[in-house]
C-alpha cells in the first residue's frame, strides 16, 4: 500500500480569527435580514453585543439598586471627620447655656425627604447631668435624632447655647498621632492665645488679658496632656500608639480616638451612637467607669445595642416609638419591667371594659324586645345606652391613672387593643 500522506506541521496564528456575520451572509448569498441567532437573547452583529429591551431594563433596576445600597451605607456609616468636626472652642445659640433643655411638639423630618416624619408633637427633656439612653427599633430614627440635636435643627434648640458633640465615626488618619488628635480637640487655648495678642496691640485691656491669662493656665493644668494619656490608655493605647499617625491605625482604633477626644474636652451634652461597637471588654468597662464617675459632668445621650452597658450607664430611657418619644426612669432592665407591667395593664382593662360593654349591650337588646318596654325599662335602657356610650371615656382615664366626670364633652375613646408588634431586643 503507499505510505501514508505526511501531516502538514501545525502553524500558529499571528492574530485570532474574526468572523463578520455580515460577510458570511454575502458569500452565502443569504438573505439581508438573516442572521445568526445567539442564546439568551442576545444579538451579535459586526463584532459587538447588543441586549434585548427586557435584560436592559432588568439590567439597569440592579445597578440602581446597588447605588442606592451604597449611598445608604455611606450615609450610615458616614465619612471619617477631621479635627474641625470634633473641636469645641465655644458655645453655638443665641440663648443660655446652663440649666435643662426642654423641648416641646416638635417633629422630626425623615432624612430621606419622603414620607412621614419619624417625629410627630414630640417632647424631650434633659436634665443637666443625667444620663439617657436611646432606644427603638432599628431604622426608628435614632441616629437622625442625634444629628438633630447636635446640628439644632430641631424646634426650640437654637435658644439654648449648650456646647454638644456628636460621636457616631472614626476621625480620620492622617500624620498626626492619638495624642495630638486629643490635645487639639479643646481649642479653646487657642481661642484665647488669639484673644490675648489682638488685645496686646491695644494695650488698653490689662484687666481682660489677665482674666484670659488665668483661665489659659486652669484649662492647661487641667486639660493637658497628662489627662490626655490617661483617657488613651484607658481606651487601650499604649504609649507607642498614642504617638504613632493616625493614618497606620485601623478604622475601629480611630473610632476610639474621636471618643477620647469627646471625653477630653468634655461637651455640656455628649452624643454617643453606639460607642461599643469598635470597643473590647477592657475598653467598654473603662468607658463605663469614666461616664459614670466624677470625670464626666455633663448630660449624656448614648444609642446602644449593649443591654449591660445601658443598665450600667444609664439614668433614663428615652423610648423612641410610635413617632413619639416616652422617657422612663431608671436603667434598661427598669424600662423593660415598666413597658411589660403597662402591657398587662392595658389588657387587664380592655378585657374588663369588652365584658362590662357586651354585659350592657345584652341588656339593651333584652329590653328592646315587644312587651319588655315598659316605662321602667325604657328608663333602664336609656340610662345603660348612655352607659355604653361614655364607657370608653372611663377606661381611657383609668388607664392614665384619673377619673371620669359627667361634664367631660371629649371624645370616646378606649383602651387601644394590644397589638402583635414585633418587639426589639438589645
Known amino acids: 500500500p503507499p505510505p501514508p500522506p505526511a501531516e502538514e506541521p501545525l502553524r500558529r496564528l499571528d492574530a ?76 453655638a445659640g443665641q440663648g443660655s447655656s446652663e440649666g435643662d433643655i426642654h423641648l416641646s411638639r416638635f417633629d422630626l423630618p425623615n432624612k430621606k425627604g419622603s414620607g412621614p416624619d419619624l417625629l410627630t408633637d414630640a417632647n424631650l427633656t434633659l436634665v443637666t447631668g443625667r444620663r439617657y439612653g436611646l432606644v427603638g427599633r432599628n431604622g426608628a430614627g435614632k441616629s437622625t435624632l442625634l444629628e438633630a440635636l447636635n446640628s439644632r435643627s430641631l424646634d426650640g434648640m437654637k435658644w439654648y447655647s449648650h456646647s454638644i458633640l456628636l460621636v457616631k465615626q472614626e476621625v480620620e488618619g492622617n500624620e498626626l498621632s492619638p495624642m495630638e488628635w486629643v490635645l487639639g480637640a479643646d481649642g479653646r487655648p487657642a481661642a484665647i492665645r488669639a484673644a490675648i495678642a489682638e488685645l496686646d496691640k491695644s ?25 490626655a494619656g490617661k483617657i488613651l490608655f484607658g481606651l487601650g493605647f499604649d504609649s507607642d500608639m498614642q504617638n504613632q499617625p493616625t493614618s497606620s491605625l485601623s478604622g475601629g482604633w480611630r473610632r476610639r480616638v474621636a471618643i477620647a477626644c469627646a471625653l477630653f474636652v468634655e461637651p455640656q451634652i455628649l452624643l454617643l451612637d453606639e460607642p461599643t461597637n469598635h470597643l473590647d471588654l477592657a475598653a467598654v468597662v473603662y468607658l463605663e467607669e469614666y461616664l459614670t464617675s466624677d470625670a464626666f459632668h455633663g448630660t449624656l445621650v448614648v444609642v446602644s445595642h449593649d443591654r449591660a452597658f445601658l443598665n450600667s450607664v444609664a439614668t ?96 370616646v375613646e378606649d383602651v387601644e387593643e394590644e397589638e402583635d408588634e414585633d418587639e426589639f431586643e438589645l
Open 203 to 227: 494695650g488698653n485691656e490689662v484687666d481682660k488679658i489677665v482674666r484670659l491669662q488665668e483661665e489659659l493656665a486652669h484649662i492647661e493644668s487641667t486639660k493637658g496632656a497628662t489627662e
Open 16 to 91: 485570532p480569527l474574526e468572523f463578520d456575520t455580515t460577510q458570511v451572509v454575502a458569500d452565502y448569498d443569504l438573505p439581508k435580514n438573516t442572521r445568526p441567532a445567539a442564546p439568551n437573547g442576545f444579538l451579535e452583529r459586526s463584532g459587538q453585543v447588543k441586549v434585548n429591551k427586557t435584560d436592559r431594563k432588568r439590567t439597569q433596576r440592579e445597578e440602581k439598586r446597588r447605588a442606592a445600597a451604597e449611598q445608604a451605607r455611606l450615609e450610615s456609616e458616614g465619612a471619617a471627620v477631621g479635627l474641625a468636626d470634633i473641636q469645641i472652642t465655644a458655645q
Open 316 to 411: 433614663d430611657i428615652v423610648s423612641f416609638s410610635g413617632n413619639k418619644l416616652t422617657t422612663y426612669r431608671g436603667d434598661y432592665q427598669t424600662f423593660v419591667d415598666t413597658v411589660e407591667q403597662e402591657r398587662v395593664t392595658r389588657a387587664r382593662q380592655r378585657e374588663s371594659q369588652e365584658m362590662r360593654r357586651q354585659h350592657l349591650q345584652e341588656y339593651i337588646t333584652k329590653h328592646a324586645k315587644p312587651k319588655e318596654n315598659g316605662p321602667k325599662a325604657a328608663k333602664q335602657r336609656k340610662s345603660r345606652m348612655k352607659k355604653l356610650e361614655r364607657l370608653g371615656v372611663e377606661a381611657a382615664a383609668a388607664s392614665k391613672g384619673g377619673k371620669f366626670k359627667m361634664s367631660y364633652d371629649g371624645e
